[in-house]
């Protein structure tokens, strides 16, 4: 009896060793299985991250050569600013200038507008005078005249 139950022991032994046998089999086949999918998804990570350092230098470059076109339109605007204002400051000197050439103008021209208003005068009392003298003189003549007709 303890030879059949050694021998049943056995025999369930070599079976169960069969079945995991067979299933460590599958199993080794899977993790094979599995290693493959690994190294294909490690390629794929690699050529990702390839194409990735690849698409990050180019932004790199490119953000490189738009901080050196704007550092140059900097430049340039500064500089034209700078001209500019150089411009406006002898451009308004000479608009203050002209504004005292035009007020140096205003007070000539009420300067000549006052001797111009003198000589009016001047001309009216002139003009004046002459007709006090002509009508003077008029009497003058009518008195002489009467006075040769007289004689």
Known sequence: Q???????????SEAKVTALSGE???LKSTVSEKDEQIAQKDEEIAQITQKDE?????KDEEIAQKDEEISELQ???EAKVTALSGEVSALKSTVSEKDEQI????????????????????ISELQSNSEAKVTALSGEVSALKSTVSEK
């Not at 303890?2 to 369930?12: A, G, P, R, T």
């Not at 690849?54 to 180019?58: F, K």
């Not at 300067?111 to 001047?122: A, C, L, M, P, V």
Request: no cysteine; charged share 40%; glycine share 0%.
């Open 75 to 77: 430049s340039n605007s």
């Open 103 to 122: 007020a140096q103008k205003d007070e000539e021209i009420a300067q000549k507008d006052e001797e111009i208003t003198q000589k009016d005068e001047e």
């Open 54 to 58: 690849q698409i990050a230098q180019q």
């Open 2 to 12: 303890k030879d059949e139950e050694i021998s049943e022991l056995q025999s369930n």
């Open 24 to 26: 460590v089999s599958a």
